[in-house]
Every structure is written in C-alpha cells, then in structure tokens.
C-alpha cells in the first residue's frame, strides 16, 4: 500500500519522505485505512484545516493521529457500546463522514466544514425538477436552459453509469477550500475581491504575420502529407538544436554529428549523441518496448529501436524531440544511457503590475451530463455576483457537442451561446474584464487544433473571445492558457522510469518542448490536429507569469520555472465541481535589484462550486 500511498501524495504535488511514508503505513495499518486515497484525502483536509497546508512529517503525522484517526477510533467504539439501534440517517450519516475521517457530533466537524448529517430528509432521492429558488436568484428567470429543454429529457435520456443519486454519499460541501498556494500574508489578507471596477486592457501574443488566429485567417483541411513531414522536421530542427546547445554548449553544438544516417558510421562510434523525435511502434502510450527515435538529415530517415535496460531515469512520449546518448551493439538497436529533454527556457518577464489584481478561473463543462440546466455556472455567477474580479476566465466547452442532450436542442448552437453571453455579462457587469477560451469539443466551434473563436452578432467592450490556445498580456501580467487537456494526454501516453513527480513533468514537457501540445500523432483519436496551424499559433517560445491547464486529472497548483500554473478542475464534474481564484499583487524590490520569486506576489485557492 505505500506504492498507493506515495503515488496519491505525488499527485497533489507532495514528495514524501522515507519516514513519511513509513509513518503513513504504521497508521493506515493501526487504524485499519485500506484505501489510499482516502487516507491521503483525511491527511490533507487535516493539513489544510489545522496547518496552513503543510506537508507531511512524521511530527505533524503524529497530531494528525491524535486529533483525527484515535479521536474516530475513540467515538466508534464509544458508539458501539453504548447504542443498541441505528436509524438508516444516521447509519448513512456515520459512514459517510467517516469517509473524511471525522465522525458525527464530533467539534472536528465543522473544522472540515462538514455537517452533521441526521435529517431524514438526507435520505430522499434528488428529483429533477429544477429549484424555483435557482430561476429566481440571477436575473429572474434561467439564463441558460436551451429553448427546447424540459425536465422530462433529464429523467428520459440519464447519462452512461448515473442512473439514481447514491442514498449512501454525502454531497462535499459547496465552497470548501480544496487546495491553497502562495504567500501567507496574501493569502490572509485578501477578500477575493477587486479593489477597483475597470476592465483591463487585452493583447493577444500568439499572432502570425501581427495577427491572431481567427475565423477568417482560418485556413486548414489542406495539410498535406508532405507539409505534415516538413512541419515536422522544422520542429525537430529547432528543438533539437536547443537541446544540444544545452547540454553540449554552443561549440559541442557544432561539432556533434546530429543525424547519423549509415549504421556503419554509428557502429564505427563507442558513445554518441542522437537527435531524433520519439515515436510509438502502434501510435499508442509508450512503454520500454514500443518507442523508437526517427532521425533524419532532412532529406532522408532512419529508425532506432530503443533499448532502455542501461537507463536510470527517463520521460518520453510520442512526437518529444530527445537528445539521446547510447551506442549501438549491431543493427539499428540503439541501447540508451541517457536522454535529454531540456533546454534553455526564455523566464516570464517580470511582473509590472502597480496594484493587486483578482482572477476567478473556470473551466467547462458548465452543466452536468445528465441535464441541460447549467446548475454549476449559476452556482459560479452567484459567486461571481458577490466577489466581483478583476478578470474572469472562462474555458470551453461551453455546449459540449459530446453531451447526450444537445441534439435535443431546437435553437441553433450560435444562438444558444449567445444567449448565455448574454446572462454573464449580465450578472459580471462591465467591469470585470471577460475572457472566453474556444474549444474544439464546443458544438458551435471548428473542430480543428489550434481552435479560433467562434463569431458573434453582438460584441460587449470587457468580453474576449480567444482562441485554444492563447497568450495573453493583462496589464502587466502574461497568462496563457489551452482548453485542449494536454496534460492528460501526455500522462496517458508517455513512458516514465524515476522521472520525478507527474505533473512537474508534463509541464516540464510543455516547457522544453516549447509548444502548447507537443504530442504527434495527438493523444485523442478524435482530435483534429493541423501541422501548420500549430506551427503558426500553438508555440511557447517564452514562459507566461500564470498558465492555465485545465484537464481531467485532479486539480492541482504548481510554480515552475517562474510559472504558476493551474488546474482549476472542471466546473461540472461527478466527484464534485472546482474552480480557482487567485491573485496577483505587485512585486516588492529585492535588496539585490533582482526580480522577486513570483511565490511572493500570488495567492491562488481551489474552491469547491
């Protein structure tokens, strides 16, 4: 179970230690915790309850199993014998709040910012029908149901693996607190609320020929074979070069035989250098036996077996430019000591904002799979109503063409959209600056990667239509941003041995890569993905101060390299909808003149809808 265990830490970005770990098993075995991730899950709302989020140590462990595991054990057992009959309530609610570690009645309770749960009424299945409270809180009237919809598709059409709502679970509490980052006394000091009302000047970075990408510099379903060779090899030139450069230096650069073509001349060599793209025998993940690198000289390729027994830590997926050191016994069996993934990265520029600025950032779906009501972006406006950013992110898909429902719909996708425009920035006002990422999954968009905005018939001075993906300067503060989940793609698909902790890595890959989806072929067969447009519109030649990576993989918040980047999680989502707000305050000068550590000026928070 400590392989569990040390996998869900790495996951939420925490690296324990040996003694950590041999401290979580004595207490998982104690305390009879089979589940890892509920065990991982009861630590971290003790941490971030009652110590600021930190990490584990086998002395915080300790308090841990004082305040929480005996304190459970102690109440269990009282109850046991004391109570001679359970009502169904509060056998569901013992089980279920159990779940998180605390116990019904017990003061830990409202610490985790879990009721007590003994109604009866706990125990009803949900109905459909919609809340009239809901209809009535934003505007009078819902905003965003479509004008077909009626509450009897809901129970007619439920999605794949729903069906009836558990009478066995407890709903997580709307706006818990689920993960915290940055400076303490930011992080203490701020309501979450924008101290001015303007909206903010926006300026697209990611242009060619001066331009963004747009409908009407679209062009695509016109990449050819041959350009898709070329694009290739651009790409494999350029990072290449930065690879070497990196590990060989300017002059080693020069003076390395990049692409070796006769196997003769490799064999000739005991140890040498090759620059190539990884790829995937069946265009599937990678594992040890399944990847090869492509070299060429631009004119002609050849094709290395990889051969991993003499290598002590790799990270590769398919279409990743390597610089990989080895020799070659016989044939085209290339048996790798190391491999090279980095290069030189240009930093964020330095912050220049004079005053802090507010970011509320959510990602789609919007609804939940079951229904066409929007629930959780209402939730979200409600919020929204109340803390009034400086900047609200919004990331498609917005009308999910993968969603049951949507055929249903007996007004077009473009209106529909509109429509909910429309309801936003009603509630938003005007001064809190808009910015709405496309994406390809979006019934009304062009299912093509990089994804330009779709058009509307009415414009709004503080909303942004972008495209997927984007980079963006906010009045001192560059933010990039992709809807397409790259980071689950590059997950499921790479072959990883002592690389370090997952999600640095796939940022990391983003990083060195310099490109906002490295990956070729693209991780999901349904993914429409265009060479040249890529080229044109998908580069990360320099790092952002903040970037959002929204993906099906938990949420997470991450400084690297400078950089903070986000997974707010996804607004709808069956284990529980999140969102992120965060802030970015000036930077106070350092006595050295130097640039201050970006941790110093942000506070970030993943809350619960």
């Given amino acids: 179970m400590d392989t569990e265990i040390k996998q869900q830490f790495d996951e939420i970005g925490v690296e324990p230690s040996e003694a950590v770990l041999d401290k979580c098993m004595e207490l998982a075995i104690t305390y009879s915790i089979e589940d890892a991730t509920e065990f991982v899950e009861q630590w971290m709302a003790f941490s971030l309850s009652h110590l600021h989020g930190e990490d584990p140590t086998p002395e915080n462990l300790g308090e841990f199993e004082r305040k929480v595991l005996q304190l459970k054990k102690d109440k269990v057992g009282f109850k046991t014998s004391t109570q001679k009959t359970y009502s169904p309530a509060s056998v569901v609610a013992t089980s279920s709040l159990s779940t998180y570690g605390v ?48 509450p009897q598709s809901a129970k007619r059409t439920p999605a794949a693996g729903t069906g009836t709502p558990s009478t066995t679970t407890v709903a997580r509490r709307p706006g818990d607190i689920v993960d915290t980052f940055g400076h303490p006394k930011l992080l203490a000091g701020t309501t979450w609320q924008a101290k001015l009302e303007h909206s903010l000047p926006v ?20 990449d050819l074979l041959s350009d898709k060779c070329d694009n290739l090899y651009d790409r494999l030139e350029e990072t290449g070069r930065a690879l070497v450069e990196k590990k060989l230096g300017a002059e080693g650069a020069a003076e390395c035989s990049w692409y070796p073509q ?77 491999i090279h993934t980095e290069r030189k990265l240009t930093p964020p520029s330095p912050l220049k904002v004079d005053r802090e600025l507010q970011f509320v950032v959510a990602a789609g779906p919007y609804t939940h799979s079951t229904d066409l009501f929007y629930d959780p972006l209402h939730d979200l406006l409600k ?8 900047v609200l992110v919004l990331v498609g898909p917005f009308v999910d063409a993968d969603h049951k429902l949507v055929a249903e719909m007996a007004e ?64 001192g503060i560059t933010l990039g941003v992709t809807s397409t989940d790259v980071v689950d793609h590059l997950l499921s698909h790479e072959f990883a041995a002592n690389a370090g902790e997952r999600m ?3 940022i990391n890959h983003l990083f060195n890569q310099g490109s906002f989806y490295p990956m070729y072929p693209p991780g999901d067969e349904d993914m429409s993905y265009d060479t040249q447009l890529a080229l044109k519109y998908a ?30 999680g996804r607004l709808s989502d069956k284990k529980g909808g999140t969102f992120a707000r965060f802030l970015v305050a000036p930077t106070a000068p350092t006595a050295t003149g130097k640039a201050a550590s970006l941790f110093n000026s942000v506070a970030c928070q993943i809350q619960r809808i």
């Fill in 504 to 506: 640095h890595r796939a």
């Fill in 103 to 150: 116990i019904e009645d017990d003061p830990m309770t409202y610490d985790y910012g879990i009721e007590s749960v003994t109604d009866s009424s706990m125990m009803h299945t949900p109905k459909s029908k919609k809340d009239p409270s809901r209809s009535s809180a934003l505007k009078g009237g819902v905003l965003f149901s479509p004008a077909s919809y009626t």
């Fill in 203 to 222: 300026s697209q970075r990611l242009l060619h020929q001066e331009a963004p990408l747009t409908l009407s510099n679209l062009g695509y379903m016109n």
């Fill in 262 to 338: 006769d196997g003769q001349t490799l064999q000739a060599l005991h140890m040498l250098y090759a620059v190539g793209m990884i790829h995937s025998e069946d265009d599937g993940p990678l594992d040890a036996h399944s990847a090869f690198l492509a070299v060429t000289d631009g004119e002609e390729s050849s094709f290395l077996d990889l051969n991993f027994t003499r290598i002590k830590s790799a990270s590769i997926f398919p279409g990743q430019v390597v610089l990989a050191k080895g020799f070659i016994p016989k044939g085209n069996s290339f048996v790798v000591e190391e």
């Fill in 412 to 475: 077009t996708f473009d209106s529909f959209f509109e429509k909910m425009i429309s309801g936003i920035i009603d509630v938003v006002g005007g001064h809190t600056t808009v910015l709405m990422i496309s994406s390809q999954k979006d019934a009304m968009s062009h299912t093509v990667y990089p994804t330009p905005p779709p058009a509307l018939r009415k414009t709004y001075p503080n909303l942004h239509l972008l495209p997927d993906p984007s980079m963006v300067d906010l009045d």
């Fill in 539 to 568: 580069q990360l030649r320099q790092l952002p101060n903040v970037l959002l990576l929204p993906g099906d993989q938990r949420h997470f918040i991450r400084l690297v390299s400078d950089c903070l980047v986000i997974n707010p």
């Fill in 383 to 390: 919020y929204l109503k109340d803390h009034r950013p400086d």
